[in-house]
C-alpha cells in the first residue's frame, strides 16, 4: 500500500508533469520579470478602475460600479492568464 504521501506526489505530478524539471537561472529570472510585470498590468488596473469604481458610487451610478468591477476581473484574469502562457513558453511546454 502506498502511503498519503505517496498518492498525493502522485497527483501532483499528474497534474504538472514538469515540475520536477529544474529551470536554469535565466529562466528563472524572466520568469520573476514576468511575474513583475503582470503584477504591475493588475495593479495599474485596479487604481484605475478603483478610482472610476469610487466616482461613480458618489455620483449614484451603481450599475456602472458594477460594471466596472466587471472589467477588472476580465483585465486581471487576462493578465493572469497572459503572465501563464508566457511561462510556460519558457519553460517549454
Known amino acids: 500500500m502506498k ?5 498525493a ?7 504538472n508533469p514538469d ?4 529551470l536554469t537561472e535565466e529562466q528563472k529570472a524572466e520568469i520573476a520579470k514576468i511575474n513583475q ?6 495593479a495599474e488596473a485596479k487604481i484605475l478602475k478603483e478610482g472610476e469604481m469610487a466616482k461613480a ?3 449614484g ?5 458594477q460594471e466596472l468591477e466587471g472589467q ?10 497572459d503572465r501563464e502562457a508566457k511561462k510556460a513558453k519558457i519553460r517549454g511546454k
Open 3 to 7: 502511503s498519503a504521501y505517496e498518492l
Open 9 to 15: 506526489m502522485e497527483r501532483l505530478e499528474a497534474e
Open 19 to 22: 515540475a520536477g524539471k529544474s
Open 37 to 42: 510585470e503582470c503584477e504591475a498590468k493588475i
Open 57 to 59: 458610487g458618489q455620483e
Open 61 to 65: 451610478r451603481y450599475e456602472r460600479v
Open 72 to 81: 477588472l476581473r476580465i483585465d486581471i484574469r487576462r493578465a493572469e492568464e
